[in-house]
């Protein structure tokens, strides 16, 4: 019987998941579909997995926490970071991952040496990166809009700064996980804030992907090297695929049969 699998998340409508994860099944043969599925805010998200009779999903904003707390077994890193990107159901319960945070970092070892990081954007995707690049000896700081979300980094040993008076010190890489730019009506970042962030970066990375948000506009104005989400998003599919097929394929194998999505 064939395998479904799906995208949760509001929005949906951007993701190239679909594509990615279809294109692997069919070239691997594996007998599987995967589809998105629009999930407003404070939906049930563990019903509706179990509703649609899924073997594997992915998770994306604003469903992460929630995800979390629909698993019934989570990985370590997830654990730590209270943020599931990837579900999969074996034997009657919910296993839940975190494939972003080492599906970034496989991406930006493609960059270059990078020792230090700032981190812009304090949710769910900047937990789980600023933890697994310390864990990698990266040294990282964050800052974001409000201070409501920093209490977390603060607790967790992380230098943190808000909007007013950020002033920079030189980064190997900045790193975007904010949302601004996802959608075309969402408020943009101060571009003061954008020039202080990037102007002594050697690189900029948005985790957005499919379109150059201003903060990419600003990196490029910049002449800074530069990559949008794409290679994030390939990189934590390979991982998610693995878990979703149940180690059947090596994550070479799954990156040859996906990557040609990039360019689809
Ligand atoms: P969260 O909702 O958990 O966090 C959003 C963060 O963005 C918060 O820090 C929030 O700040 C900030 N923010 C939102 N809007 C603005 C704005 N207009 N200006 C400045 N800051 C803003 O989201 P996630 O961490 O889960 O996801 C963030 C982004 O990462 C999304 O765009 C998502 O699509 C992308 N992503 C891409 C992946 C890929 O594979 N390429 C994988 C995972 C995520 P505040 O606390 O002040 O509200």
Redesign the pocket.
Known sequence: MKSLFALFGNPVHHSKSPLMHNLAFQKLGYDGCYTRWLLKEGARLRETFLALDLKGANI???H?EAAFEAADIVEDFAAEVRAV?TLVLKEGKLYGYNT?AP?FYRALQKLGEVKTALIM??????RALSLYLRSQGIDVEVV???A??LEWFKAEGFVCHTWEGFDATPKDVVIN????G?EDN??P?PKALLDAALAQAKYAVD???GKETPFLEEAKRLNLPHFD?SE??LQ?GIIAFDYFTDHRYTLDEIEKAMRPFLNL
């Open positions: 994306t904003v604003p992460k990107n972003d599906g954007g304090a949710g769910g995707t900047a974001n809009r409000s409501g979300r996980t904010t949302s601004a996802l969402s408020l970042m985790v957005i992907y989400g994030m998003l934590q």
